[in-house]
């Protein structure tokens, strides 16, 4: 064994969980970003952490409102997932560059991908500084599914985005 980097080993866990995070911006307008340092952390109560970038304008938006949505993208939103990550929502209105098909999800004014394996409507309980980043603890409102769609992965230290599959 030898020493490597946090790079080398983010390529060599795939793959990771994604999620899109889901957000209010200040104008009232959809941000999506997606983020694979995503965690349950308890069960009773219902509870999950996420970390993403200080700068995020999502990190910004949940910290504001202390409201998200998290939703597991269907394999549909690889090209999405992959716009989505590549720009910051203060600077470009993602969605009018990629747009993509949107639900809602009862008992939230967030509205998320159509083709979501699962969502969790989310409240923000607690935000701790992680380095360069913000973990976000959050108690788990409500849970939605969808059995039948298949969700994507983070891939190659999350260089890309696609299913697992079974080996």
Not at 130 to 159: M, N, P
Request: net charge neutral; charged share 20%.
């Amino acid at each position: 064994m030898k020493e490597i980097s946090m790079g080398q080993a983010a390529k060599m866990t795939s793959p990771n969980p994604l999620v899109l995070v889901c957000t209010k911006k200040k104008d009232g307008t959809l941000n999506i970003a997606p983020v694979s340092f995503f965690m349950f952390s308890s069960f009773h109560p219902p509870v999950l952490a996420f970390a993403i970038g200080k700068a995020s304008n999502s990190g910004e938006n949940i910290r504001r409102t202390g409201k998200a949505v998290l939703a597991t993208p269907g394999v549909s939103l690889k090209e999405a997932v992959m716009a989505f990550g590549s720009a910051h929502g203060s600077q470009k209105d993602k969605l009018k560059e990629v747009p993509i098909a949107l639900q809602s999800v009862e008992g939230s004014d967030i509205q998320i991908p159509e083709d979501t394996r699962n969502a969790f409507v989310i409240s923000l309980m607690q935000t701790v500084e992680s380095g360069d980043h913000y973990l976000y603890l959050c108690s788990i409102d409500k849970v939605v599914g969808d059995e039948t769609r298949q969700a994507l992965f983070a891939w190659d230290g999350y260089g890309k985005a696609a299913p697992a599959r079974e080996g």
